[in-house]
């Protein structure tokens, strides 16, 4: 297909625009000190998660005995593990199960959530009841226990701890788009969109669902949190990742018992998941601050 | 009053039915159905294991087992542990002792530390301490409790030599396990304590007490806290049920026996009628603990009673 003048020039300009959108929001993130090192930290971890295997100095499940539990040197700058392994390299592999966790427990949770959200708040009544009903009982069950249970009944690993946390993230949209949809659903597009014939799933997902991206992906990043904490909890548990997954938690969980001897193969690991917590919910009262500048008081 | 109480039990009845439905569905879907555990590792012979299906209900419709399982759980037999073969109500119930102290503690600590570096930041809104105080929540509430924990140990018990490490004894066992839940929900009830004073300060009513020339003083004390404490007693509450329902973690690294310790071993030990008892009692804590709070909010907040009682609370 060919394009007018005309045209070109509208996309142009519809181009310049977002970018223009892009640098603002860019500029609005990084705005403080203590924000532009949370947007640092989450450029970082994509970074290193892609080049792990370039810039990571030795491999991270390769033992070497001889080498146990040494403390920080030159040759190994965070010091080694109870089977000898570089530590730096540990950490720098661990981002990828990182964004394994933050990418699969979002695809378990937002969609599962969203879709449920939506049915209970456009439509109401009898779903609407059940809907809360599940999003109450859901709720009453705490992310670890909801995960211990379902680690008792399949066992073990990083996947069934990452399938249990977006289980239990699910409701949180649930309960947040059921909300958002109930005041959408009277605002006058809606009602332009049904006088126009539109059908309720055409008003869901093509009219409401939009307006609701901004509340979502604040609490997206939260989640994200939330979510590689937990998964860090159940593998210090023994009961997420299992050797030799360089997950941080698992780290922490190998380590425990040189408490006394190798400190520095506790602190460091769980210094990382730290600074990556710390900087994703920076992130996120950013974003939220952003996004609806009323919410600045929190 | 008495319409939303009613209105909230008869609410909280579905969902309870429903949380003690989808504890039965786990316990269902554990591996080894119960005559298998009865047995161990010995196959009972066919016609043996018939008779018991049967004397067990377990040839009944699965919604019929349910009934049946209610009904037991409700006489207060929630089976035995397969290794001590004690009854599982009782080893909860003595476990429950140990997290309920741990969770007073913990949220006593939390509430007194997160309420004051709330209030000190809201009143110091935009200066260098508020920020510093602000970044000390996030850390607060961004902490991994098992790291932090394994932080204490060290520093606390190995270093120093002041506290134990691990264990169940004196108030001093108590102290570091503690420390490292008020950590994390002191963070948070600082931010929710500086934002919910922020936003009650911009209200009519204060401006009014101001104009009267009250002092800043009665107006800080008698007019923003008291109605900030609202939300803040309520999150306090939903707290409260979740560390009732024990502290699976920080339980775990101190080797502190509560019940969230109890739940994590009995998966090690593959206990299922302990995993399965400690999962109910967790839950029917959780959502009676829920419930006692909002009965609270509608007491101290009587907006309450009549904008919820007719949506979805």
Redesign the interface.
């Known amino acids: 297909m060919r394009l007018s003048i005309q045209e070109l020039d509208t996309k142009g300009r519809v181009l310049m625009h977002r970018l223009g959108d892009t640098v603002e929001t860019l500029r609005f993130l990084t705005k403080s000190r203590?924000s532009a090192f949370a947007f640092a930290v989450v450029v970082g971890i994509l970074v290193l998660a892609t080049t792990a295997d370039l810039v990571s100095p030795y491999s991270y499940h390769v033992a070497d005995l001889a080498k146990r539990l040494m403390p920080p040197s030159l040759h190994h700058p965070l010091g080694t593990d109870q089977l000898g392994r570089d530590i730096l390299s540990r950490i720098i592999h661990g981002t990828r199960v990182l964004l394994y966790v933050m990418s699969m427990s979002l695809l378990v949770a937002l969609p599962l959530g969203t879709v449920l959200g939506l049915l209970s708040g456009f439509y109401g009544g009898v779903i609407?009841h059940v809907a809360?009903?599940?999003i109450?009982?859901l709720l009453?069950?705490?992310t670890?226990?909801l995960a211990?249970?379902i680690?008792?009944?399949m066992g073990p690993s990083l996947e069934n701890a990452t399938l249990a946390i977006g289980i239990s993230q699910a409701p949180i949209y649930m309960r947040l788009v059921r909300g958002q949809v109930l005041s959408e659903r009277e605002r006058l597009y809606v009602e332009s969109a049904r006088a126009i014939g539109a059908g309720g799933g055409r008003i869901m997902f093509r009219h409401i669902l939009p307006n609701l991206t901004g509340p979502i992906i604040v609490q997206a990043t939260f989640n994200a949190?939330a979510a590689i904490?937990s998964a860090?909890?159940l593998s210090?548990?023994?009961?997420g990742a299992q050797p030799p997954t360089p997950c941080w938690?698992a780290m922490?969980y190998e380590a425990?018992d040189y408490?006394?001897t190798a400190?520095h193969a506790?602190?460091l690991p769980?210094?990382a998941?730290?600074i990556v917590?710390?900087a994703?919910?920076?992130f996120g009262?950013a974003l939220r601050d952003y996004m609806d500048p009323r919410m600045k008081?929190? | 009053m008495r319409g939303y109480l009613a209105k909230r039990l008869l609410q909280a009845a579905p969902t309870i039915l429903g949380s003690i439905l989808l504890v039965y569905g786990i316990a269902r879907a554990l591996p080894g159905d119960p005559i298998t555990v009865m047995f161990g590792e010995l196959e009972p012979p066919p016609e043996v294991r018939e008779e018991l299906e049967k004397h067990l209900g377990l040839d009944q419709p699965f919604i019929i087992q349910y009934f049946i399982y209610l009904r037991r759980i409700i006489s207060g037999d929630w089976g035995k542990s397969i290794f001590t073969a004690e009854p599982v109500l009782e080893f909860t119930l003595r476990r429950f002792q140990a997290t309920f102290e741990l969770t007073i503690l913990s949220i006593a600590i939390a509430s007194a530390v997160g309420l004051a570096v709330g209030f000190a930041s809201a009143m110091r809104r935009d200066t260098p301490t508020d920020k510093v105080l602000r970044l000390a929540s996030t850390a607060g509430f961004s902490m991994p409790v098992f790291w932090w924990g394994l932080l204490l140990i060290l520093l606390f018990s190995v270093q120093l030599g002041l506290l134990p490490p691990m264990g169940r004894g004196g108030f001093q066992h108590l102290v570091l396990p503690a420390l490292t839940l008020a950590t994390f929900i002191s963070g948070m009830i600082a931010r929710l304590t500086r934002a919910s004073m922020l936003e009650v300060l911009t209200q009519d009513h204060v401006t009014t007490a101001r104009a009267k020339g009250l002092s800043e003083t009665v107006v800080w004390t008698k007019h923003v806290l008291r109605n900030a404490l609202i939300p803040i007693a309520t999150f306090v509450g939903l707290q409260f049920g979740t560390l009732l329902g024990g502290a699976a973690i920080t339980e775990t690294v101190f080797a502190y026996p509560g019940v969230g310790k109890m739940v994590v071993d009995a998966i090690f030990t593959r206990d299922y009628p302990v995993i399965v008892g400690g999962l109910l009692f967790v839950v029917i804590v959780i959502l009676i603990t829920n419930l006692i709070v909002d009965m609270i909010y509608a007491f101290i907040d009587p907006r309450v009673r009549y904008e919820r009682a007719g949506s979805y609370a």
Request: net charge neutral; aromatic share 12%.
């Open positions: 203590i609407d809360s009903r599940i109450d009982i009453s069950f705490p670890v226990f211990l249970a680690v008792a009944v949190t904490i860090a909890a210090f548990l023994g009961l938690g922490l425990k408490l006394r400190p506790i602190a769980g210094l998941l730290f917590a710390y994703l919910n920076t009262e008081l929190l």
